[in-house]
């Protein structure tokens, strides 16, 4: 049986996505391919108001925010972290590896850190940059990204970075109207791409801080290394994934057919739907209604089911869901709804989360999530 991929990351793959990883691999240095990793890099840079360098590496979104890190702070420098979740708080152990003097703000799971708190601490004076997770896929919260920004771009010399790896496609980021300074993401969640790149945008005001650096101890996320190739992809420092740029740039390509405020008004509109089926099934959603993400669900089981069990039957009924982590590992259902996933796909997952549910609740009526959910897009 096939099985349906709806764990927050990596998300469904379509077809032509998909067949860009089965061509035949070229030279780095091929004229064709050169064009087509300048096209990639000119779109991203365009598409999310950048007017500094995107940067495209092999690599996990856990490097990108190394190299956020590493290309904006020096051991001593003062960052403050506003984290919702698992995925926010990674961002500690790596400002300590660097020296980094790192003030933490910590908002309770399924609630979201406020632009307040952040301007609250951000008045004792001194910070250097605010970190902060745009959707914490442990937790299912949306930050207010914008809201944040508005209050750091107050403070001249503090940057704000923004960890957009499961938000960046599938909900509403851009560099100039959120006023954020360094931007990243992965290839493998509301990009629908395979796994193995990660994709950072670094304003001016970013390169600036970055030179005024000096020597970093970092050489493979260094941005010095890496400029030179993307200011010009003929040149070279580490041999590019070709395949995975070519699948890249078919993500892009249908990110520019569909539009991008019309993908962001799908993500919500189907996630909102979604949130009401998982209701209507029996799940309660961790998030705060206020806060919930577009790209996931973080679910909480009904008294009595037993997570592996329940993750178990869901995959012999054909969907592949995500356990929860922290402190909310076998108590909690993640399940992703983003990127190129289509209605049949969602029609498809609740329907075996109902075959499931029905599996341990023998008085369970099927049909409920799946009518829940085509109601609301009716009402939408």
């Known amino acids: 049986m096939k099985k349906l991929l709806m764990i927050p990351g990596p998300t469904p793959v379509v077809d032509s996505i998909r067949e860009q990883m089965a061509r035949d691999t070229v030279a780095f240095g091929d004229p064709g391919f050169i064009d087509d990793f300048k096209q990639v890099l000119k779109d991203l840079k365009e598409l999310w108001s950048c007017d500094g360098e995107a940067f495209v590496v092999a690599g996990s979104g856990s490097l990108a925010m ?48 406020t632009p307040e708190q952040v301007d609250d601490k951000l008045k004792d004076g001194g910070f250097k940059a605010v970190a902060l997770t745009q959707v914490d896929t442990s937790t299912g919260v949306l930050a207010p990204v914008r809201q944040i920004g508005e209050v750091v771009a107050k403070y001249d010399d503090v940057l704000f970075i923004v960890d957009g790896v499961c938000s960046v496609g599938g909900e509403p980021v851009d560099l100039e109207a959120d006023q954020i300074d360094v931007l990243f993401t992965g290839s493998q969640k509301a990009f629908g791409v395979c796994p193995g790149l990660m994709m950072l945008w670094a304003n001016q005001k970013s390169l600036a801080r970055r030179e005024a650096l000096g020597q970093i101890p970092e ?60 209701e209507a099934i029996g799940f309660r959603i961790l998030a705060d209604k206020d806060h919930r993400a577009h790209t996931l669900s973080n679910l909480l089981y009904p008294a009595g089911i037993d997570d592996l069990a329940f993750r178990t039957k869901l995959a012999e009924e054909g969907v592949q869901a995500a356990g929860g982590v922290g402190q909310y590992a076998g108590k909690m259902l993640r399940v992703g709804h983003m990127g190129n996933a289509d209605q049949h796909t969602m029609i498809a997952t609740l329907a075996a989360l109902e075959r499931t549910m029905k599996h341990f609740q ?16 009716e009402q939408s």
């Open 362 to 377: 023998s008085d369970f009526e099927l049909g409920r999530g799946v009518s829940a959910y085509l109601s609301a897009l």
């Open 66 to 113: 190394e190299m956020a890190l590493a290309n904006t702070l020096q051991a001593g420098d003062k960052l403050l972290l506003a984290s919702n979740g698992f995925f926010g708080d990674r961002f500690i152990e790596i400002a300590e590896r660097k020296g980094i003097d790192l003030t933490l703000l910590q908002a309770e799971w399924g609630q979201t850190i």
């Open 219 to 278: 050489y493979y996320c260094d941005y010095q290394k890496w400029l030179p190739i993307m200011q010009d992809p003929a040149k070279y420092f580490a041999t590019p994934p070709i395949n995975l740029i070519w699948a890249l740039q078919e993500s892009i390509r249908l990110m520019k057919q569909e539009g991008l405020e019309q993908r962001y008004q799908r993500h919500e509109k189907n996630a909102k739907a979604m949130q009401q089926a998982f």
